[in-house]
Every structure is written in C-alpha cells, then in structure tokens.
C-alpha cells in the first residue's frame, strides 16, 4: 500500500475513534475499549475491501459485514457514518431513545447492519449462512464478522467453526480481534482461550496471525484470504484494546464504561494531535 | 365403519416439504442431524442441493439459517421440540426473532407422546417458551392434514414461525379440502354448556370427549386452537360467553400454554372458570407413546371430567 493511501486510511481510523468516543461519552455508557481495538480493521473493510454502497445498502451483491462481537456497536456505527450511511452528527444518539443506533447493532433499526447482532457467539453461525447462501446463488459477495478473543469462549462459535470449514465456506472471513482483555481481566486469567490460531487452524481453517493496527498487514491478509480457495479463513489480529486513546490502552475497566467529560476531552484531544500529525 | 387414517404429524411435514420444494425453488430445509426422524429426509432425498445438515448443533443451525433467511430465501429448521425450542432458545430469540427474518422452525417430538426415550426428549415447555417470543407464530397442528395445511400457511407469512409436530401416528380428523388460516380458530361443533378448546393430539381427544359429554346431555361447543399464537381472542370470548366454562387441552405443561393464552384472554374480557388439561408441571417418563397419554391424564376421559368440573364452577 502506498504512503498516501496508508495515511487516509489512518486519518479516517482517527475519525472512527473520535466518533466512538463521541457515542459513548453522550450515551454515557457503552464499550469504548473493545471498540477502538478494531478500528483499523473496520476502516481498511468499509473503505477498501467491501464491495458497498451507503446509497443502496442493501443491494444484493454486496459484501456482508456481521459485528459478531456485537457491543462494540459504537465503531461500526463510526465507521458506517464516515462512509457515509448516515449524518456523523447522529453519532451522539448512540444508546438514546429513538435513535436507530441501538446498544447493539438492528438490522430492524438501521439500513446497512447486515444482521442483528450481540449475543455472543451468534454473529458468526449468521455469517456462515450468508456465506452459504452466497455460494448456492452463485453470487461473488464475500462474508467478514469479527469475533473478540473472550467471545471465542462460547461453544456456538466451534460449532460454527467446524460447519464452515466442512461446507468449505471460502468466501467467509473471521477476524479475532485479540485484545487479550474481557471483562472479568485477562483472557487467560478468565478461560484462555490460547493458542488461538491452532485451535482455528485444527478446525480446518486458513489461518493468518496480523498486527490489528497495521493496514499493511490487513491488506495482506485479506488478500490471501481471497486467495484461499475451499476453506475459511479466520485473521488473529492481535491488537491493543482502547488503541489510540493513552489511558484506555490495556485497561480492563474501559471494556464497558463511558469516559466523563474530562476523560472526553483528554481522549478528543489525544485523537486530533493524531489527526494534526497525519494532516501536517 | 370405515379404518381410520392415522398418520404422524412429523410425517405429513416430511411430506409438505417436499411438495413445497417442488413448488418454490426458494425454499431450503436445515438439520440437526435428526433427518430419518423429523422426516426432512424425504426433503432431502427430492433435493439434495437444497437440503444442509449443520450436524449435532441446534444453535449454530438457528444462526446459519437466519444468514440463510438475509440472503433472500425461506429457511425450514428442523430438530426435536426439545433442542429447537429448549436448546436453540437464545439464537431463535436473537438471531431470527429479534430480525424478523424468514425462519420456520419444524418442531418435532413434541410432548409427551415421545414415548420410550423418555422424559429428556419430552418437550413440554416449547409452547411457553416461544409464547414468550415477540413475533413468534406458533402452530399446532392436530392431524396430517392440518400439518401439512400449517407448512403451506408458514411458508406465506412473513417473519418466523414454530410449528410443532408429533412423533406419534394420531387419527385424521380434516378433509382433504379442509381450509386453514393462521390465527383462526376452527370450531368443530357447536354447543351451549362447555367450550372445549384442544390443540395438537388433544383435538381428537376432545371430539371422543365431546360425543361422551352429548350423551349424557352436555352440550359442548369444540374448538381446534391449532394457532396458538397470536391466538383467536374472539374466538375463546365468543366461546367464554357461549357456554359460560371452558376446558382447555393440550400436550404440554399447564404453565405457559395454551391454557394459559385463553385465560390471558377470559380474564380480562369475560371472566368464566377455566379448567386446564395438561402435563401437571411434571417431567415424563419412558413407555409406550399411547399408553403414556392415559398416565398423565391426556386423554378423552379426562377431558370429560375436567368438563365437569368446568361445569360444576359455572
């Protein structure tokens, strides 16, 4: 990937943690951590990889996005709205009554959520289902969900695993996003969930182990996912939860709590430095 | 007099499938590994492109087929009432309901009439469990013309809904041109001293127990409550207003069925006395299907004497 196209990518993951923290501070409430780990992922898919279209949302050969790991809502809803599906200022109803961007996320709600989603485990059994129904149409779109390192801990995930790999599902993509946090402290402190790429690797899948914050390695990964052919693809991507907002990284607490407003203000101004620099 | 039909409800699923195959390429049929005994399988053998087993794994078919249900086609799932409704209770909540997606569940073994497995697979709380449900239609075919009516009637509406078949073979009761419409309730005869409303396997019970009853000089008016969700409210108040009492029957526990859609409704629209027929809050047992339904009180007899006590409340 060229210089100039890495720094636009960089810029509009800056905007997404902006737009993440700006939900959650006005909701105050919501999973800010869990959301700016996945950033980079989400630009790189809405504003590279997927075939989409924020005008016709739900044209039929589009590219399926499942946020199986549903609560962290605010990033895609960041993301969604700087690829413009709705007004960026609407990110500020996050969580309110009325407001299409729920919890987490409704198809019922809002144009462009692929599948409703946030009970744990569930989002990816939904993607293997569009992936299969995508093959038996003979349709190109492809599948990505992004699973968290903690969700994996749920059995229906494995069931999904096998499945996938046995209807050879190659049009489907699971990301991990490795943050090595969940609620209760560590992953391994919790249920570990280590080694996670063997244990994908042993349920049939093409597996890839990435940097989550680095384009590069999204974009090379993803293209030999698509190079894959008769087998899944799952991308370890091993990532820092709270990136980019100095005292949310690699804090438990900020798993589910909103910053107040100074916090807001710290965080805000963290990100537009960011900004500045790539703009400067 | 002529033999009697008799025939599983889960057989005259197995059945319609397949005829809805033939009719609507859009129609795809799900397993959980179940496919000899919920008789997808003949589905299945017609269209073998068309059918997916996920294997022993009722939550991540409910997911797969709800993926299946975006992409633009009609999803049939299929399991025992025990792991669609039990089991697979969150992902039909989440993951098809909370969407309103295309997803028809085909339930089978409901029940007690199970028989030898035993109380493990005898689901008798699916009813309440999908009650529970937002959204959720929930038919309850008696015979297998009213099943495979259910299957035709499921496949048109919009949004999810649970259909629950029988293991064991019960008598036909419907004509060949028998006309059925989702949320109507059919009333099988007309009387002016008890209302029986029965679902499922009980609707026969309830037409032996309704000729006992005449015989002795009761009139009963005879409802098949096969939807029993969204239910028939001007029905049962009809009903409730008609004769003053009303015997439910049903296949499943008395909490959280049938039983308790119609005094949802009698109570807040025409308080009579209710008496419901069903499993006492209890599990099952192993033991021959037919011979199970007499142990636990599922039966013509009983219905007759739950009359009376309906009667004897008025």
Not at chain 1, 186 to 193: G, Q, R, Y
């Amino acid at each position: 990937m060229d210089l100039n196209s890495k720094k636009e990518l960089a810029k509009i993951a800056c905007n997404v943690r902006m737009g993440i923290i700006e939900g959650t501070f006005n909701a105050k409430s919501g999973h800010p951590g869990g959301s700016l780990s996945i950033a980079e992922i989400l630009t790189y898919l809405y504003f590279k990889e997927m075939n989409i279209d924020p005008d016709a949302p739900v044209k039929a050969d589009r590219d399926r996005f499942v946020l199986s790991k549903g609560h962290a809502a605010p990033a895609l809803y960041a993301v969604m709205a700087h690829r413009g599906y709705f007004p960026v200022e609407e990110l500020k109803t996050l969580r309110k009554v009325d407001s299409r961007l729920q919890g987490h996320p409704s198809m019922n709600y809002l144009p462009g959520i692929d599948i409703s989603s946030g009970s744990l485990g569930q989002g990816i059994s939904a993607a293997c289902g569009m992936a299969l129904g995508g093959k038996l149409k003979g349709d190109a779109f492809r599948v990505y969900t992004i699973l968290g390192d903690g969700e994996i801990g749920e059995g229906q995930v494995w069931e999904a695993a096998m499945y996938a790999a046995a209807k050879k599902l190659d049009n489907l993509v699971a990301f991990v996003d490795n943050n090595n946090l969940q609620i209760d402290g560590t992953v391994e402190e919790v249920n570990s969930p280590y080694p996670i790429p063997e244990k994908f690797a042993s349920f049939g899948w093409n597996v890839i182990e990435i940097d989550a914050h680095s384009f590069d390695e999204i974009e090379a990964a993803l293209e030999k996912a698509k190079a894959t052919k008769g087998m899944p693809t799952a991308i370890i991507a091993k990532s820092v939860k709270g990136k980019g907002v100095s005292f949310m990284e690699n804090q438990v607490n900020w798993h589910g709590s909103a910053p107040n407003a100074e916090q807001y203000e710290t965080a805000i101004a963290e990100l537009k430095a960011v900004l500045a620099g790539l703009e400067g | 007099m002529a033999d009697v039909i008799k025939t599983a409800t889960r057989d005259a699923y197995g059945k319609a499938l397949v005829e809805l195959g033939e009719k609507n390429p859009n129609v795809l049929v799900l397993d959980a590994d179940l496919a000899a005994a919920t008789k997808t399988g003949a589905f299945k053998k017609a269209f073998p492109e068309r059918f997916f087993d996920t294997g022993i794994a009722e939550g991540n078919m409910m997911g797969v087929a709800a993926g299946l249900a975006t992409t633009g086609y009609t999803v049939f799932a299929s399991s025992f009432a025990m792991f669609s409704a039990g089991r697979a209770f969150e992902q039909v909540r989440n993951t098809i309901a909370y969407p309103h997606l295309n997803v028809k569940i085909g339930a089978t073994h409901a029940g007690i009439s199970v028989g030898e497995d035993g109380a493990s697979h005898q689901c008798c709380e699916d009813i309440a469990l999908m009650r529970s449900i937002p959204g959720m239609v929930i038919l309850n075919p008696a015979d297998d013309i009213e099943a495979r009516a259910a299957v035709l009637a499921a496949v048109e509406h919009d949004g999810p809904v649970y259909m629950r078949f029988g293991r064991l073979a019960v008598p036909r009761i419907f004509d060949e041109d028998y006309k059925f419409e989702i949320g109507k309730a059919v009333t099988l005869k007309e009387g002016t001293d008890v209302t029986i409303i029965a679902t499922g396997l009980m609707v026969n019970e309830a037409i032996e127990a309704a000729k006992v009853l005449e015989a002795e000089g009761i009139s009963v008016e005879l409802i098949n409550m096969h939807t029993i969700k969204p239910l028939d409210k001007e029905a049962v108040i009809k009903a409730a207003k008609k004769t003053g009492c009303i015997v439910t029957a049903e296949e499943h526990n008395v909490i959280g069925g049938l039983g308790d859609a119609v005094c949802d409704v009698v109570c807040e629209e025409c308080p009579v006395p209710v008496v419901k027929l069903g499993v006492e809050d209890t599990f099952g047992k192993s033991g021959p299907a037919v011979e199970l339904l007499h142990i636990f009180g599922l039966d013509a007899d009983n219905i007759v004497k739950k009359a009376k006590i309906a009667l004897s409340k008025k």
